[in-house]
């Protein structure tokens, strides 16, 4: 795969550097550090992993309003974050919670910055990327994409972690692909998987669902 070049421009002047998390062609992508993800951008989103820096984006607190309603609190309400926010000096926004893949790509999509997109993300990252959805209420925004790999993954129902996409159509509230995962997974699986790779080792959904 060719690196990323414009518009993911580096924000600073140097050597290059790979990405601190790199596992499959779709993370090399999605997870490179201090990306231009908007050239007047006026937000700075600093990313980390286990309390390691892991990048920044400069983004356009605009376009996550749009996309988000708590970005729209975030930058339009009476939050210190939305404060004095200027391409001129990006406001800083740390996000210690947050998967950085799944921030890189919920930005590159919400900024139509999809041209190098040409590997699905795999269970794994389909399902922490549900998790930013649900927090920042942006399934919305991504509901397309995540129809259109869920489609594809469920040519797949015997490959490992299949049973995330359970996960995944709950969280994000698509009852039609919720439909077909189950019904994949009970008619092509001999079983359904662990437990905590089923819920991704979360409590967003009820264990009384994975049960019926």
């Known amino acids: 795969m060719k690196p990323c070049t414009q518009p993911e421009q580096r ?5 290059s550097t790979t990405s601190r998390f790199v596992e499959s062609p779709f993370t090399a992508v999605y997870t490179a550090t ?10 700075l ?9 892991a990048g920044t984006l400069l983004v356009s607190s605009h376009v996550l309003a749009l996309a988000s309603p708590v970005f729209d609190a975030m930058f339009n309400g009476s939050f210190t974050e939305g404060q004095d926010v200027s ?20 930005c590159r999509l919400v900024h139509m910055q ?30 397309s994409w995540l129809r259109v790999w869920i489609t594809k993954k469920l040519a ?10 359970i996960f995944v159509t709950y969280v994000c509230d698509l009852p039609k692909e919720f ?9 092509d699986r001999a ?11 979360s409590d967003y959904i009820p264990l009384q669902i994975v049960g019926e």
């Open 45 to 53: 989103l600093e990313l980390s992993k286990d309390g390691t820096a």
């Open 156 to 165: 797949s129902p015997k490959a490992r972690n299949f049973e995330k996409l």
């Open 11 to 15: 924000l600073m002047a140097g050597p």
């Open 87 to 106: 391409a001129a000096s990006p406001k800083k926004i740390a996000l210690p919670d947050d998967d950085p893949k799944s921030i890189v790509l919920f």
């Open 179 to 187: 439909e077909e995962v189950t019904l994949a997974a009970m008619r």
């Open 34 to 43: 201090d990306l231009v993800l908007a050239k007047r951008g006026d937000v």
């Open 191 to 201: 079983q359904l998987g662990r437990m905590y790779s089923m819920t991704h080792g």
């Open 114 to 143: 999809t041209k190098d997109l040409v590997h699905e993300p795999s269970f794994e990252e389909l399902a922490d990327l549900a998790i930013v959805c649900d927090k920042y209420h942006c399934t919305e925004s991504m509901r």
